[in-house]
């Protein structure tokens, strides 16, 4: 079990759905992030909200929309994906993102899976 | 941001140490050394991290050099679920990334 949760666990969607992934932590973090992971390749950095701002873009295409309605949840909007997109979709937290200092803390994914 | 370098692949032997070695001979005087572990199907866990001197938790302990150009993750008992790819990652000063390398490949054996 992590202390960063993150729903649906598996997720299958056309080319043509809108969907969101959902990410949650209680720990009181001002930091969180969204990784991407293809299998067998290490996470990628997409997106980094810190005091809910958005702080870091890694180029990352626009049919991903990142949204942090408050400091406990994040949200991933997608649309209009591609096959190359299915991928494991990681979300993390830490207590201040520019804190070198602070661990990120990670849940366990979302499965996505694009047809 | 400073490269790491590790191991492709390693084995050990259930009950025995494991030592996961990396390099990182570019690092900032100010960049600390993070090593995560991504159990397959999991996200990565949090093991241990250090700027200058030797950590240990209950987990395991972290020797880096006295020049800081390399470091060692140990796990001092080895189990099955220790089986693992772990990574190594030297974390900027002053910035919100945590960027993942290749890693390592720990396969624990009985």
């Known amino acids: 079990d992590t202390e960063v949760t993150q729903t649906p666990k598996h997720l299958v969607m056309g080319m043509t759905n809108k969907k969101s992934l959902k990410c949650e932590q209680h720990?009181?973090?001002?930091?969180m992030y969204w990784y991407k992971q293809k299998a067998k390749k290490p996470p990628e950095l997409m997106f980094v909200y810190s005091y809910e701002k958005l702080s870091i873009n890694e180029s990352v295409p626009s049919r991903f929309s990142p949204e942090c309605p408050n400091s406990s949840l994040l949200n991933l909007h997608l649309h209009a994906l591609q096959p190359e997109d299915s991928a494991l979709y990681l979300c993390a937290s830490s207590q201040e993102g520019d804190n070198p200092n602070a661990p990120l803390h990670f849940g366990n994914g979302t499965r996505l899976t694009v047809t | 941001d400073a490269k790491t370098t590790q191991p492709p692949s390693m084995d050990c032997a259930e009950g025995r140490a494991a030592n996961l070695p990396c390099n990182h001979s570019t690092i900032s005087g100010n960049e600390y050394v993070y090593w995560y572990r991504q159990i397959h199907s999991q996200g990565p866990q949090y093991i241990i991290h250090?700027?200058?001197n030797n950590e240990t938790n209950e987990m395991a302990s972290l020797i880096i050099t006295e020049d800081r150009k390399s470091s060692t993750l140990i796990l001092p008992h080895a189990t099955l679920r220790d089986t693992a790819v772990y990574y190594c990652i030297v974390r900027p000063y002053n910035t919100d990334k945590l960027i993942f390398g290749t890693g390592t490949r720990l396969q624990v054996f009985p």
């Open positions: 720990m009181g973090h001002r930091a």
């Open positions: 250090g700027l200058k």
